[in-house]
Nanobody, 115 residues
Framework: QVQVVESGGGSVQAGGSLRLSCAAS????????MGWYRQAPGKQREWVAS???????NYADSVKGRFTISRDNAKNTGSLQMNSLKPEDTAVYYC?????????WGQGTQVTISS
């Protein structure tokens, strides 16, 4: 089992920045990859970015060039640096932790961008 906790959400104006953090605990030796997803009101949850244990990253086109995903394998933490935020980035952001056997999710953190 892996427990996942996100933090760092908040409210900023368009053009601003936020940094989300994700902390994993429990059976962390089995963690393979970490990712971030988001869900806006009335919409389906969508993938935002992911990073493998070797540091290979991928981003959704909508955030490419603005968001940066990173992780610290030693500390079992991850982060999502979000710059040049837009109102359409408003959503609840979730951290996903992938292990060899399952995926685990945090409770989500709210990000609100005002125009």
């Amino acid at each position: 089992q892996v427990q996942v906790v996100e933090s760092g959400g908040g409210s900023v104006q368009a053009g601003g920045s936020l940094r989300l953090s994700c902390a994993a605990s429990g059976s962390t030796l089995s963690i393979k990859a970490m990712g971030w997803y988001r869900q806006a009101p009335g919409k389906q949850r969508e993938w935002v970015a992911s990073i493998t244990s070797r540091g290979s990253t991928n981003y959704a086109d909508s955030v490419k060039g603005r968001f940066t995903i990173s992780r610290d394998n030693a500390k079992n933490t991850g982060s999502l640096q979000m710059n040049s935020l837009k109102p359409e980035d408003t959503a609840v952001y979730y951290c996903q932790v992938l292990t060899s056997y399952n995926d685990y999710w945090g409770q989500g953190t709210q990000v609100t961008i005002s125009s």
